[in-house]
């Protein structure tokens, strides 16, 4: 089993992660911003080590990666990806300045595998599913703060002789997701019979499963072979419009009535297409989304009705 460090290990993909590092027997450090113990890692005091790293600290972010010496680092730590994060400053520190502390203290502990999370935004719009090949354009400061992460990575991974690959995440969604965002605020109303506000209806998303996520994470840093600067797409391959996505989640949780088009405002990067082309993460990782859609609204709907307490939060969206 290897000795594995998540960045980022309070937000929604990386809790993910590393419960599922967890079941599968792997020793855990789970990196957090200081202050108290995330919401989404209280249950797992007991199971991992969880470190509060000052991740704008650039040196104090090395020197904490190097004490540790993780075979495996996965890079989730990220600023911006969610509308009401829109810090410019706070971006270029977190997504670009701490990739190089991580990579650096990565480096020098000799691990044998780095795996950043970078973002479908950095393609920027497009009218197909681009191709990991394909010149960026992103057309957001998220984005190209994203896109340079990546490129940084690549470039380590040239000239260091390490292993720094990344892959470009699509929409993940599941449990633990914020509950702020689109399917959580979903799947919660149609629990209760309702909807919650809703933006143009053809609106496309590639939506991809938590769990098939980390399982496309745990390839990139375990399966041999993996180009050592690759750059990998992570989605279904398949997109899903906003009326789609709603039209699954009526059935699913058999809510009654018409949507409220129009009632939440739409977005500058929002778009009709939006979709992966994941031909790649199958030849390099043997990796496809196994979870349908309506499998994974259902279960991420058992999931918050199962939560007691916590299902408030999801209620409150907040």
Same mark, same amino acid.
């Given at each position: 089993?290897?000795?594995?460090?998540?960045?980022?290990?309070?937000?929604?993909?990386?809790?993910?992660?590393?419960?599922?590092?967890?079941?599968?027997?792997?020793?855990?450090?789970?990196?957090?911003?200081?202050?108290?113990?995330?919401?989404?890692?209280?249950?797992?005091?007991?199971?991992?080590?969880?470190?509060?790293?000052?991740?704008?600290?650039?040196?104090? !972010?090395?020197?904490?990666?190097?004490?540790? +010496?993780?075979?495996?680092?996965?890079?989730?730590?990220?600023?911006?990806?969610? &509308?009401?994060?829109?810090?410019?400053?706070?971006?270029?520190?977190?997504?670009?300045?701490?990739?190089?502390?991580?990579?650096?203290?990565?480096?020098?502990?000799?691990?044998?595998?780095?795996?950043? &999370?970078?973002?479908?935004?950095?393609?920027?719009?497009?009218?197909?599913?681009?191709?990991? !090949?394909?010149?960026?354009?992103?057309?957001?400061?998220?984005?190209?703060?994203?896109?340079?992460?990546?490129?940084?990575?690549?470039?380590?991974?040239?000239? *260091?002789?390490?292993?720094?690959?990344?892959?470009?995440?699509?929409?993940?969604?599941?449990?633990?997701?914020?509950?702020?965002?689109?399917?959580?605020?979903?799947?919660? &109303?149609?629990? *209760?019979?309702?909807?919650?506000?809703?933006?143009?209806?053809?609106?496309?998303?590639?939506?991809?499963?938590?769990?098939?996520?980390?399982?496309?994470?745990?390839?990139?840093?375990?399966?041999?072979?993996?180009?050592?600067?690759?750059?990998? *797409?992570?989605?279904?391959?398949?997109?899903?419009?906003?009326?789609?996505?709603?039209?699954?989640?009526? +059935?699913?949780?058999?809510?009654?009535?018409?949507?409220?088009?129009?009632?939440?405002?739409?977005?500058?990067?929002?778009?009709?297409?939006?979709?992966?082309?994941?031909?790649?993460?199958?030849?390099?990782?043997?990796?496809?989304?196994?979870?349908?859609?309506?499998?994974?609204?259902?279960?991420?709907?058992?999931?918050?009705?199962?939560?007691?307490?916590?299902?408030? +939060?999801? *209620?409150?969206?907040?």
């Amino acid at each position: 089993m290897a000795t594995t460090l998540v960045t980022g290990a309070g937000g929604f993909v990386g809790a993910a992660l590393v419960r599922r590092l967890l079941r599968d027997g792997h020793d855990v450090t789970a990196i957090v911003r200081p202050g108290p113990t995330p919401w989404r890692l209280e249950e797992l005091r007991d199971d991992v080590e969880v470190a509060a790293v000052e991740l704008r600290d650039g040196e104090a !972010t090395a020197a904490a990666v190097e004490r540790r +010496r993780p075979d495996w680092i996965f890079h989730l730590a990220a600023h911006g990806a969610y &509308s009401w994060q829109t810090d410019l400053e706070q971006m270029i520190r977190v997504n670009l300045a701490a990739t190089s502390a991580v990579l650096d203290g990565f480096a020098r502990s000799e691990g044998q595998a780095f795996v950043h &999370s970078g973002s479908s935004s950095e393609y920027g719009r497009k009218n197909h599913a681009p191709a990991e !090949t394909e010149a960026l354009d992103p057309n957001s400061h998220y984005a190209i703060t994203k896109a340079a992460a990546t490129h940084l990575c690549r470039y380590f991974a040239r000239t *260091n002789g390490v292993r720094a690959v990344t892959l470009r995440l699509y929409s993940a969604y599941g449990p633990w997701e914020d509950p702020r965002r689109l399917i959580p605020a979903l799947v919660s &109303s149609g629990l *209760n019979g309702a909807y919650p506000p809703l933006a143009d209806p053809t609106i496309a998303r590639d939506f991809v499963y938590v769990d098939d996520v980390c399982e496309a994470l745990v390839q990139a840093a375990s399966r041999p072979g993996v180009a050592s600067d690759a750059v990998i *797409n992570i989605g279904r391959g398949t997109q899903t419009t906003l009326a789609e996505l709603v039209g699954v989640a009526r +059935r699913v949780f058999a809510v009654s009535g018409e949507p409220p088009w129009g009632t939440m405002v739409d977005r500058s990067w929002d778009t009709d297409i939006w979709v992966a082309d994941p031909r790649l993460a199958a030849s390099a990782l043997g990796w496809r989304a196994t979870t349908a859609l309506e499998d994974g609204l259902r279960q991420t709907g058992e999931w918050i009705a199962g939560q007691g307490e916590l299902r408030r +939060r999801y *209620n409150e969206r907040g």
